[in-house]
T-cell receptor
Framework: AQRVTQPEKLLSVFKGAPVELKCNYSYSGSPELFWYVQYSRQRLQLLLR??SRESIKGFTADLNKGETSFHLKKPFAQEEDSAMYYC???????????FGTGTLLAVQP | EPEVTQTPSHQVTQMGQEVILRCVPISNHLYFYWYRQILGQKVEFLVS????????KSEIFDDQFSVERPDGSNFTLKIRSTKLEDSAMYFCASSEGLAFSTDTQYFGPGTRLTVL
């Protein structure tokens, strides 16, 4: 079954601390994975996707097929990073996105 | 930068009434989607639409739901005879429909539907 798991509902860190938002997936094929972010009262927006191998706003995510993970990392959290983060998997046959339940990142001053 | 827009931002309706949620996708995009998020739950795929027809739908998308592209810009989701459990945030998304590449879906701000 296709599934995305984000085990943490809430992650609270202090400004300047490293951040790792966990994402595991289940997919029978070559996955296309994304991180979307939703800041307070704003729309879901793409943060990064694994195929582009970019670093956006200091965030990176590496696809680990052995561990079926796509964890989101940032070495030094900023207060403006506080938001809801969703990991998503694209079903290659249908283009639909399968979302995890999301992790709320709270960066304390 | 072009964005997906949705109206209304909040819709309150009585159980059993019909509602139409409207979306204007990004103008050169070819794929359109509806997702919903019940409070406290994950974002769930409802339906995708391409070339004026449904290309994929989830098991949630039963006969109560329908989608339409009535003109060159709007994309609508109609819910007939709403139920209490239809209360959710409904997101529209669109994508370019690129071939041989991973397409990015761009989301609208959502319509919060409250069924009383």
């Amino acid at each position: 079954a296709q599934r995305v798991t984000q085990p943490e509902k809430l992650l609270s860190v202090f400004k300047g601390a490293p951040v790792e938002l966990k994402c595991n997936y289940s997919y029978s094929g070559s996955p296309e994975l994304f991180w979307y972010v939703q800041y307070s009262r704003q729309r879901l927006q793409l943060l990064l996707r694994h195929i582009s191998r970019e670093s956006i706003k200091g965030f990176t995510a590496d696809l680990n097929k052995g561990e079926t993970s796509f964890h989101l990392k940032k070495p030094f959290a900023q207060e403006e990073d506080s938001a809801m983060y969703y990991c998503a998997l694209e079903d290659g046959a249908t283009n639909k996105l399968i979302f995890g339940t999301g992790t709320l990142l709270a960066v304390q001053p | 930068e072009p964005e997906v827009t949705q109206t209304p931002s909040h819709q309150v309706t009585q159980m059993g009434q019909e509602v139409i949620l409207r979306c204007v996708p990004i103008s050169n995009h070819l794929y359109f989607y509806w997702y919903r998020q019940i409070l406290g739950q994950k974002v769930e795929f409802l339906v995708s639409f391409y070339n004026n027809e449904i290309s994929e739908k989830s098991e949630i998308f039963d006969d109560q739901f329908s989608v339409e592209r009535p003109d060159g810009s709007n994309f609508t989701l109609k819910i007939r005879s709403t139920k209490l459990e239809d209360s959710a945030m409904y997101f529209c998304a669109s994508s370019e429909g690129l071939a041989f590449s991973t397409d990015t879906q761009y989301f609208g701000p959502g319509t919060r539907l409250t069924v009383l």
